[in-house]
Each structure stands twice: as structure tokens, then as C-alpha cells.
């Protein structure tokens, strides 16, 4: 007779690992060198679109000051370019240059890079790839269920 796992158990022990994951992987270093908040403001304007600076710093919950510093290393660079509102020409709003694009996918791309190498390192058998594998999209919709 099989016990079922105690759901509380299993969120526990993912979550743990999870974490350590996420934590190792955001550590890569890639071109460009952002920086955390950098690639944070890029990926949340890449996600939601064009916005506005006090809008990103509502959803990532730091000052307008802060973001405000964040987004201008970023135009400085030319990752991000401000267009006036077409709904308020009062105001701007930002937007990811394609340069900016490629920045977020040099860090995916390196990202990835480590985590293949960690899996074709002889550590993992075949057998242990393709659960891997299985596991990935369980994790997407656990994620989608939060």
C-alpha cells in the first residue's frame, strides 16, 4: 500500500530547492553586466509593455526615485527609450529597445547554457533527464496556480 504525499511536504521540498535553483542561476553573469534591479525594470517593461516609470516601480514596490535611477542607467545604454503617452501627452511612458531585447536574451541564453552544462556533466543518468523533463511543465502550471 502507497501513501500519498502530504502536499505540504512536497511544497516544502520544492520550494527549498526551487529557491537554491532560482538563487544560483540568477548569479550568471552575462554581456552587458546588468544588474539586478536593471534586469528586473527590463524584464517587467519587456512583460507588460510600454508603461510608466512610477507604474514599474508600484509593481516591483521600491520608490519612483529608485526606479527612476534604474531606468535612466538603462536609456543611458539604450536598452529603454521614453515616448510620449498616446493616451496623455502630458506624460511618458518607456519602452525596451531591441537592444534591450537582446540583453534580457543573453542572460536567458547564459542562464540556460549553465543548467545544460550542469546536465550533461555526467551527474544526471538519462533516466533522471527525462524526469527532469517531466517535471518542467508540472512546474510551469503549479506556478500559473499560485
Given at each position: 500500500?502507497?501513501?500519498?504525499?502530504?502536499?505540504?511536504?512536497?511544497a516544502?521540498?520544492?520550494?527549498?530547492?526551487?529557491?537554491?535553483?532560482?538563487?544560483?542561476?540568477?548569479?550568471?553573469?552575462?554581456?552587458?553586466?546588468?544588474?539586478?534591479?536593471?534586469?528586473?525594470?527590463?524584464?517587467?517593461?519587456?512583460?507588460?509593455?510600454?508603461?510608466?516609470?512610477?507604474?514599474?516601480?508600484?509593481?516591483?514596490?521600491?520608490?519612483?526615485?529608485?526606479?527612476?535611477?534604474?531606468?535612466?542607467?538603462?536609456?543611458?545604454?539604450?536598452?529603454?527609450?521614453?515616448?510620449?503617452?498616446?493616451?496623455?501627452?502630458?506624460?511618458?511612458?518607456?519602452?525596451?529597445?531591441?537592444a534591450?531585447?537582446?540583453?534580457?536574451?543573453?542572460?536567458?541564453?547564459?542562464?540556460?547554457?549553465?543548467?545544460?552544462?550542469?546536465?550533461?556533466?555526467?551527474?544526471?543518468?538519462?533516466?533522471?533527464?527525462?524526469?527532469?523533463?517531466?517535471?518542467?511543465?508540472?512546474?510551469?502550471?503549479?506556478?500559473?496556480?499560485l
Amino acid at each position: 500500500m502507497t501513501v500519498d504525499p502530504d502536499p505540504g511536504e512536497v511544497a516544502a521540498v520544492l520550494l527549498a530547492s526551487v529557491s537554491v535553483l532560482v538563487r544560483r542561476v540568477r548569479q550568471v553573469p552575462a554581456e552587458g553586466g546588468l544588474t539586478m534591479p536593471e534586469r528586473t525594470a527590463l524584464a517587467l517593461l519587456d512583460r507588460s509593455g510600454p508603461t510608466t516609470s512610477s507604474a514599474l516601480a508600484r509593481e516591483v514596490q521600491i520608490t519612483a526615485q529608485a526606479m527612476g535611477a534604474t531606468l535612466g542607467a538603462l536609456r543611458d545604454r539604450g536598452l529603454v527609450e521614453r515616448r510620449p503617452d498616446p493616451d496623455d501627452g502630458r506624460r511618458a511612458v518607456l519602452l525596451v529597445t531591441e537592444a534591450g531585447r537582446q540583453a534580457l536574451r543573453d542572460k536567458r541564453n547564459a542562464r540556460a547554457e549553465l543548467i545544460a552544462r550542469a546536465l550533461t556533466g555526467g551527474e544526471f543518468t538519462p533516466a533522471e533527464l527525462a524526469r527532469l523533463a517531466a517535471a518542467a511543465p508540472l512546474l510551469d502550471r503549479l506556478a500559473q496556480h499560485l
